[in-house]
T-cell receptor, first 112, second 109 residues
Framework: DGGITQSPKYLFRKEGQNVTLSCEQN?????MYWYRQDPGQGLRLIYY???????QKGDIAEGYSVSREKKESFPLTVTSAQKNPTAFYLC???????????FGPGTRLTVL | AQRVTQPEKLLSVFKGAPVELKCNYS??????LFWYVQYSRQRLQLLLR??SRESIKGFTADLNKGETSFHLKKPFAQEEDSAMYYC???????????FGEGTQLTVNP
């Protein structure tokens, strides 16, 4: 199970505050992804990155931002512009050109 | 745009019964299809991929291009198969996956 970590496991924030979720991997994977998991809606892609200093919007990028300054790290910021931020967030990584994504344990964000 | 549909949010079967989790996709090209599984308190992980034509933990899935389906099947379900199952597709460009809504499978004793 090791290799890709997310912290913290649970996160609580007040409405209107930005919050950053951490995702780190030591698998030497080039590609990293952020998903949001909601009951009945499956996994929806927020952002992904295939190389350092470059990233692309997924299907639900509004209200989120990312950075990819290092290969190992792909932090996700949930901004106050995200209308419904309470959710379970999953980070994943993969080797470019392969089809298997490796997932982290997830962070459950609750906005009060 | 790709789309993956899993029509059953919940599926309940008894131990030893056959189980089929449905997945339909929409893509004009030749997608790659996958099944991912999330057991209780474990991470989401790859179960199988259509290109390998493999059987994992007794599960198989056949890509039916005519029906645009990739249903997951197991002839005799076990209690340890209880989990959330996600069907996913990947197009010919890039590495991103498109996931379905997920099916929660419960195998009763």
């Amino acid at each position: 199970d090791g290799g890709i970590t997310q912290s913290p496991k649970y996160l609580f924030r007040k409405e209107g505050q930005n919050v950053t979720l951490s995702c780190e991997q030591n698998l030497n994977h080039d590609a990293m992804y952020w998903y949001r998991q909601d009951p009945g809606q499956g996994l929806r892609l927020i952002y992904y990155s295939q190389i350092v200093n470059d990233f692309q919007k997924g299907d639900i990028a509004e209200g989120y931002s990312v950075s990819r300054e290092k290969k190992e790290s792909f932090p996700l910021t949930v901004t106050s512009a995200q209308k419904n931020p309470t959710a379970f967030y999953l980070c994943a990584s993969s080797i470019i050109g392969t089809d298997t994504q490796y997932f982290g344990p997830g962070t459950r964000l609750t906005v009060l | 745009a790709q789309r993956v549909t899993q029509p059953e949010k919940l599926l309940s079967v008894f131990k030893g019964a056959p189980v089929e989790l449905k997945c339909n996709y929409s893509y004009s090209g030749s997608p790659e299809l996958f099944w991912y599984v999330q057991y209780s308190r474990q991470r989401l992980q790859l179960l199988l991929r259509h290109i390998s034509r493999e059987s994992i933990k007794g599960f198989t899935a056949d890509l039916n291009k005519g029906e645009t389906s990739f249903h997951l099947k197991k002839p005799f379900a076990q209690e340890e198969d209880s989990a959330m199952y996600y069907c996913a597709s990947r197009g010919t460009s890039g590495s991103r996956l498109t996931f379905g809504e997920g099916t929660q499978l419960t195998v009763n004793p």
